[in-house]
């Protein structure tokens, strides 16, 4: 497991804007597939967005197509979530994960290593 940090969250108005950062200190972080995930209140964890290694392929769940985009700066080792058009239903605490088997996956037991998450409100 390696530590990861998100940062970004916050109290939006619905339509708003908001960005997601995840840092890992770790020296390989180019080799592992990262992926964002989110916990409402009384809900189960569920998937958000995933990347692979080199940034060039991603997928999305449904509820968030078109709206979030993920990206990463292998650089930097920091893995992004944008997200555009916040809705009510978006909020919760948002969880960066870095996947155990190198690819993408939407089920959280692929991945072996989760910040302590980040809180997104959105207000109707």
């Known amino acids: 497991q390696v530590p990861l940090v998100e940062s970004g969250g916050g109290l939006v108005q619905a339509g708003s804007s908001l960005r997601l950062s995840c840092a890992a200190s770790?020296?390989?972080?180019?080799?592992?597939?990262m992926g964002w995930f989110r916990q409402a209140p009384g809900k189960e964890r569920e998937f958000v967005a995933a990347i692979d290694w080199s940034g060039g392929r991603t997928n999305y769940a449904d509820s968030v197509k078109g709206r979030f985009t993920i990206s990463r700066d292998n650089a930097k080792n920091t893995v992004y979530l944008e997200m555009n058009s916040l809705k009510a239903e978006d909020t919760a605490v948002f969880y960066c994960?870095?996947?155990?088997?190198?690819?993408?996956?939407?089920?959280?037991?692929?991945?072996?290593?989760w910040g302590q998450g980040t809180q997104v409100t959105v207000s109707s």
């Open positions: 994960a870095r996947s155990r088997l190198g690819y993408m996956s939407t089920t959280p037991g692929v991945y072996d290593s």
């Open positions: 770790e020296r390989t972080f180019s080799d592992y597939a």
